[in-house]
């Protein structure tokens, strides 16, 4: 390239690449998302690819649209609404990619091009009934226990039949109950998350033909976090590039956080093996952190057993040294990282008096009674959104948001309940899936009988029944002897008579008003106004989908909510402080970090203590959680903590123990600055 734009030499390497299997280990903060946008521009322009024949493939929707932006600005493209240039590469997930290829190829794996995509709400409330019809008491196996062996099954490729063992009695039920929740998707013409990859990883199998179609179509194929892929994402890749090899995958292996859903590491780890013409290049220089931060990510990252050589250096040679705090407790803990966030937003807080919980004395009863006058109140609100608190459980957010508002602190919480899954959205996301698949029986059992229409469990097991077989007559007795049903069905079909100039706005205005619910939902209660609220959020989604007739919008718009995941929900533009996992943190970064509860049992989790494998993942998770932080981290932990009502004596994480105490600030003792 006559200009790098700003790159360094290294990713100057990746950009430039030859054609062929290439692999980027792209550090923590070294600038991978721009060398890949920049590799992108550069196949265009230099190498003169056609766009459409470059497929990049992300793992969060946030991730694409960024590169989409860039990609736009850098090749001057003007952003046509919500509709994907022609001239732009095809960019997204790997089950929005999933998605497209079935919408085209779905018949040859029994699916109509107008298939629902059924979240884990829908696809537990599916296997309870599975559960109820097959006798197995959802109490004692939970439906959720069969979701995740179906959904670990399916990354790994497995089948019903996979669990075939006479000898096995559960890996029996499993495949039974595995059996017939394939059958129901079918009849429901519906698809869960595993599908999306599955079903196109099969087709590609056993339809030659369809394969080299998308591969002829898709002649470079880029993929960013590799270290995150599963078996079935694996095979994917592998087929599309099995006749060209070229293939740039970015991904760094310090940083592969998510086994637990399936995720191999060694997918990148034996790269050279899979490919053994590959390049390999290494983006070490760091543009986030401060050395002293990275100082303690490379000790901790030390712990790790096999990974690729690489190591992290920034010419930002200057910063504050982290600061390691020992908390009484959970609730010292929190009070630690509140009265941190007063002293930088505020300036330098008074010193505070801290009283521990199990202190019983009168005095102690008093002082823990008037502890809100004790933390003073955040005045300036201003840059929040730069601070975050990290943790390695939920159960962890409870003390931190009590002092939070204690201390009138701002906050989200990422990870609690998403806006799709709150009740009134997922019911008006049902009315609205039935007019784009009357067979998508999941959501006719969730809103035919809300707002209540007398419709109980037995007389939707009849119509059910009916509607599967096509009983003609069953179905006109059923109208007879229970209008409602009739009426709800002529309310769909009046519904889906709408207007093809009408758009999306229109159409959720007049399914609320058909369907009584909004009625139903603003009864005059305080949470009643709540819910509508969120019903109005709804509104305003919808409105970017105004330009489109409603059938056309209405259908992307049900594909975005299906594919949105918990990072795309993330807002970091408000100013409020973020509170969230470790694994939510992934590809985030802020100018203050607090990683929180460093203790043995929780960082590593107890989970994994007997497991090599584990361990080495917790490690990883703490590296990610420390490279997190551009200007100031601090790590803390509780020397005793209740956990189950019982309280408990911590002992300091191994992963403290790995970093020398002269690259720290050690503050010890009562909670007193």
Avoid: C
């Amino acid at each position: 390239m006559k200009e790098n734009l700003g790159l360094n030499q290294a990713q100057i390497e990746a950009v430039t690449a030859p054609m062929g299997p290439v692999l980027i280990l792209a550090g923590a903060g070294s600038g991978k998302t721009r060398a890949l946008t920049m590799r992108i521009v550069y196949l265009i322009k230099k190498l003169n690819f056609r766009p459409e024949n470059i497929l990049a493939v992300t793992f969060t929707n946030k991730a694409a649209g960024e590169m989409k932006q860039r990609i736009f600005k850098l090749m001057g493209f003007r952003h046509q609404g919500t509709e994907r240039s022609p001239s732009m590469p095809v960019m997204g997930t790997f089950h929005s990619i999933g998605v497209r290829i079935l919408r085209a190829e779905g018949k040859l794996a029994g699916l109509a091009s107008n298939f629902v995509i059924y979240d884990d709400n829908d696809q537990e409330s599916l296997l309870k009934d599975i559960l109820l019809r097959l006798k197995i008491d959802p109490t004692k196996f939970k439906p959720s226990l069969f979701a995740a062996i179906i959904d670990r099954a399916k990354n790994n490729l497995q089948g019903p039949d996979d669990y075939d063992n006479d000898d096995d009695r559960f890996r029996k039920t499993v495949k039974q109950v595995y059996e017939q929740y394939q059958d129901e998707l079918r009849k429901n013409n519906a698809v869960d998350f595993g599908d999306l990859l599955v079903l196109p990883v099969t087709i590609f199998q056993t339809h030659p033909e369809i394969l080299k179609k998308y591969q002829e179509l898709w002649k470079y194929l880029l993929v960013d976090e590799y270290q995150d892929t599963n078996h079935v994402q694996y095979m994917f890749t592998k087929l599309l590039v099995a006749t060209h090899k070229n293939i740039f995958v970015v991904g760094d292996d310090a940083q592969a956080i998510y086994g637990f859903r399936g995720a191999n590491l060694q997918n990148i780890l034996d790269f050279e093996d899979d490919y053994p013409s590959a390049q390999i290049i290494r983006l070490e220089q760091n543009y986030r952190s401060t050395a002293p931060i990275l100082a303690i990510a490379e000790k901790i990252i030390e712990l790790s057993p096999r990974q690729h050589k690489k190591r992290l250096w920034t010419e930002n040679e200057q910063g504050q040294i982290p600061l390691l705090f020992a908390a009484e407790d959970e609730l010292a803990e929190a009070y630690f990282v509140a009265s941190k966030i007063i002293e930088h937003q505020d300036g330098k807080t008074e010193e505070i008096q801290y009283v521990a919980e199990d202190d019983e004395t009168i005095l102690g009863r008093i002082m823990r009674q008037a502890k809100s006058k004790i933390l003073p109140k955040l005045k300036n609100r201003i840059g929040l959104n730069h601070m975050a608190v990290l943790y390695r459980t939920h159960a962890q957010s409870r003390v931190l948001e009590e002092v939070m508002i204690e201390a009138s602190i701002p906050y989200q919480i990422v990870g609690g309940l998403k806006f799709y899954e709150r009740k009134e959205i997922k019911d008006i996301l049902s009315y609205l899936r039935l007019l784009v698949n009357r067979n998508d029986l999941v959501s006719l059992k969730r809103v035919i009988n809300t707002p209540p229409r007398g419709i109980g469990p037995k007389t939707f097991d009849l119509l059910k029944d009916a509607l599967l077989e096509k009983k003609e007559q069953e179905l006109a007795e059923l109208f007879a002897a229970r209008p409602a049903i009739k009426n709800f069905f002529e309310m769909q079909d009046l519904l889906s008579k709408l207007n093809e100039t009408a758009n999306l706005l229109d159409l959720l205005r007049q399914t609320l008003k058909l369907s009584g619910y909004e009625t139903f939902l603003r009864d005059g209660s305080e949470e009643g106004e709540s819910r509508w609220e969120n019903i109005q959020e709804l509104f305003n989604v919808a409105g970017s989908f105004r330009a489109m007739n409603w059938k056309e919008g209405l259908n992307k718009f049900l594909e975005e909510v299906a594919l949105m995941t918990q990072a795309d929900e993330v807002d970091l533009n408000s100013p409020k402080v973020t509170l969230m996992t470790l694994h939510q943190a992934k590809g985030l970064e802020f100018d203050t970090v607090f990683l929180v509860g460093l203790e043995e049992g929780l960082l590593p989790h107890s989970r994994s203590l007997l497991e090599p494998k584990e361990i080495a993942e917790e490690i990883r998770l703490a590296y990610v959680g420390v490279t997190r932080a551009r200007k100031h981290l601090y790590l803390v932990y509780a020397t005793s903590r209740k956990q189950y009502g019982t309280r408990n004596i911590s002992i300091p994480s191994r992963i403290l123990k790995a970093i020398p105490e002269e690259l720290l600030e050690i503050q010890q003792g009562s909670l007193s600055w």
